[in-house]
């Protein structure tokens, strides 16, 4: 157990770790959607391997989400 | 199940007099995929062979049928009842041909012609709009002798207003109402060059007078008239064209499909090689079919054929043809979207199609969707049986959509979002369950609960054990390729194993192990005995390690997983050493959607409940359509996510781990007739 003012300190990065990891996939998603996209128009075949290629990034959120998880269990 | 089909590589060498007889028997067995001959480095007696000329008119006749069904606009997925007989086909088949497309030519080209003509009155119309507003004939647009004319728009007005008359005011100035900013001007000759600099100070654009005479108002009257006319007339063309298509659509269809098979067959020779007298197919024939094809061969032709087995070459690039049962194919599908696998290596299809849809099911993992799934993935395989890709989908669904019922039953209690029963130690907040909307006690427990901290770090544990075994079968696998291939990383992928463990281990221990309370049934039974002191204490006995537990099991584990990955793979494996970690840690994805889905659907129960609950049966009855549709809403989002990442955690994690694919598909000799039969 920590102090109330450790806790919400403690809920404040959970926060931002899964809110910043989320940009950063966001961003990441982005670039590979906009030549996901393209690929695909040129080709149809390139869609399920334009998809797969698009939810790569979201591993970067998990990591977020792991440590918020992490850090909440403090709290909690 | 785990390799593809066995191949063996056959040569088939006969007398040029058995060619035409030997393709059609070849083109019936389908079974025998003919290896293309290349010239290069080869004798030089063989030649490619030529195509069987009798058929040269046909390849026109397919060109033919198939612009008169793009024509007509003809489904070539459809499913038709009967199936016609080549000889209903080949009577008069010329002179069929010939009547079909003089019938379609002429209309489609009437019809192209009436479309161009919409066309340009559309755009003559769309020109003239800007005029309807101003009663000036055309004619009178052009300069005259002392007037110019200027007609366009200006894009600052005002500003232009306010100058033109300081310029002159010998002027008249008429304003479109159906366009913005356009303005017709007639000015005095004199002022011309300053007028235009003004006008294009405002930012003047010209507009082309639209050609013809009189008032626009009248023009676009006569146009209009004249576009209803045209579309009169191309709406009988469409009518005749429709009956042209019901009388003759099925005839298309199948007429097609038989003379594309007669150029294929005709085609044939291009890929054998060939002397003066004789001919040679090099082909690959599936090793249990060779006797079955070497005997039909033989008996057709009275032995008239040399057929020889030869040995498959490392070298050879060995089509491949997958062989699972009947259950597993259409989850080849997602293989073949990836990858075809080669020749050489485990076919992973059977695995996929246990665990792509045991993930999903985890995702969801709720009584109520799994139901939903399965009634829409029979509803899917019924309607959509014609189009492969849906008839698979509503498979992968149906499949999945058991596993969510079976998880949504026995782990998470969860109906559409609600559990049975409600957590056992709720903090003031209202948690709605089945048992208290119904004030019964519905007898099935939720061994997790999604929307609790704690459900949520025992799904995390359970993503990572299943991470961990997903990830060991897929290195087990990558041992079992590798072994003939490389020793060296085949023992490489042993050592990622151990290293692989150790990491499970320390994240367990960091866990305090979670799920711990699962086992404690298992202390009371007979394994106990065995299982504490020989498996759960060694591995769970930890150090500090600044303020962190380590497992012993971890070091022990990591050095020599380590010691194996440096000897083997030298420094580079250090980089697949850390790729293994983040690969584990990319398994929560199971618990991360599962929660979210889970938190969507609680969050709109309780929206949609709390306005059923109102009294007011107005709102009342809102609040069930508004709850349907979110539900749906909830149903579509989860299946899709779950689906994507259930699909990328084989993609990425799993098959990086021993899946190399880039093979070539098995493509037998034949034709998959839909429109016509031989009997």
Known sequence: MVAAEAEGLIAIAAGLSIGISAIATAWAQKEIGTAAVGATAENDKMFGRGLMYMVIPETIVLFGLVIAFMLLSKIT | MFRPEKLSRTVIIGSKDYLER????????????????????????????????????????????????????????????????????????????????????SVTQEKTTLDEQLFAIDDQIARLIPFSSISIPLENYFDHAYITVFVGSVQNLKKFEKILPSITDEYELFYSSDAENVVVLFVSKSFRETVFQTLTDCQYTEIKIPSGTGLPVNLIEQLENDRSRIHDRLETISKNLEKVRRKHGEFILAAEEYLSIEVQKAEAPIKFATTTHSFIIDCWIPTKNVEHVKKTLEDETNNALYIETLEIKSEDDVPVLLDNPKSVKPFEFLLDLYSTPTYHEIDPSFILSLIFPLFFGFMIGDLGYGLLLIIFGYIFIKKLKDNEGWYNIGRYIIVAGIFASIFGLFLFGDFLGLPFQSPPHETGQVIYSWSSLFSTNIPIQSLIHKTETSGITQLLVLSIIAGFLHLSLGLIIGMINERKHSIKHAFGKLGLLFVLTAFTLLIFVMAKWTISQWLVPLKTSAVASFLWPYFITPLSTSFMFSGLFIPYATVIFGLIGLLII??????????????????????????????????????????????????????????????????????????????IQALRLHYVEFFMKFYKGGGKKFEPFGYKRRYTTTQ
């Not at chain 2, 063989?46 to 390849?59: D, E, W």
């Not at chain 2, 929206?607 to 349907?628: A, E, P, W």
């Open chain 2, 22 to 105: 030997t393709i059609e028997l070849l083109h019936e067995l389908e079974i025998v995929d003919i290896i293309e001959y290349s010239a290069k480095g080869l004798d030089p007696d063989f030649k490619i062979g030529k195509p069987i000329v009798k058929s040269s008119g046909a390849s026109d006749q397919v060109l033919t049928l198939r612009s008169s069904a793009k024509l007509l606009d003809l489904d070539e997925e459809k499913h038709v009842d009967k199936k016609m007989t080549i000889d209903e086909i080949t009577k008069d088949l010329d002179g069929k041909i010939q009547t079909l497309e003089k019938e379609i030519i």
């Open chain 2, 566 to 643: 440096l000897v083997s793979l030298g420094g580079l494996g250090l980089i697949e050493m850390l790729e293994i970690a983040g690969h584990l840690m990319s398994y929560t994805r199971l618990a991360a959607i599962g929660v979210a889905k889970g938190a969507l659907a609680f969050a709109f129960n309780v929206i949609g409940i709390g306005l059923i609950l109102n009294g007011n049966i107005i709102i009342g009855i809102i609040g069930v359509v508004v709850l349907v549709i979110l539900q749906l809403l909830v149903l579509a989002l989860g299946s899709l996510s779950s689906g």
